[in-house]
């Protein structure tokens, strides 16, 4: 019984760290002023990926849409994303990446939110690019 009651504590605290990273995610579709169905997509199979439930993902966009709406800095949605493991800050950055390339090409606000959150998420710019030609490439096929 003691490890069922672990298990629904351990999605709570996963729910939880997913609802203070998801408003980064959108950040980054909304920062082209287009937040699309596509990038919303990317964003739900990010969040599966990282542990969400699937029943759960509608209202966990939902919160992170008011909350990014709310927030003036992205400083707000690094905090949690600073103290990720190194897989998943990589999936995160592959999904920012991803929602930028959704539409097949990026703008210069993009590009600056990116290095931004290179120097915030503590990752080096080799990473940011060998992450950045993957999704390039996927999204050139």
Do not use: C
């Not at 897989?87 to 290095?115: G, P």
């Amino acid at each position: 019984m003691i490890n069922i009651f672990k298990n629904k504590e351990k999605n709570k605290l996963d729910d939880s760290f997913l609802s203070k990273i998801t408003p980064l995610l959108i950040h980054a579709a909304k920062i082209d002023e287009s937040y699309t169905s596509d990038e919303k997509e990317i964003i739900k199979k990010t969040l599966l990926k990282l542990g969400a439930e699937k029943e759960n993902i509608d209202q966990i966009i939902s919160k992170a849409e008011i909350s990014e709406e709310n927030s003036n800095q992205i400083l707000d949605f690094t905090k949690e994303v600073k103290n990720a493991s190194v897989s998943e800050k990589i999936k995160i950055i592959e999904a920012l990446w991803k929602i930028i390339y959704s539409n097949q090409k990026t703008d210069m606000y993009e590009e600056n939110l990116m290095r931004r959150l290179a120097g915030l998420l503590y990752v080096d710019n080799k990473t940011m690019v060998d992450i950045k030609e993957k999704v390039k490439k996927e999204f050139s096929k």
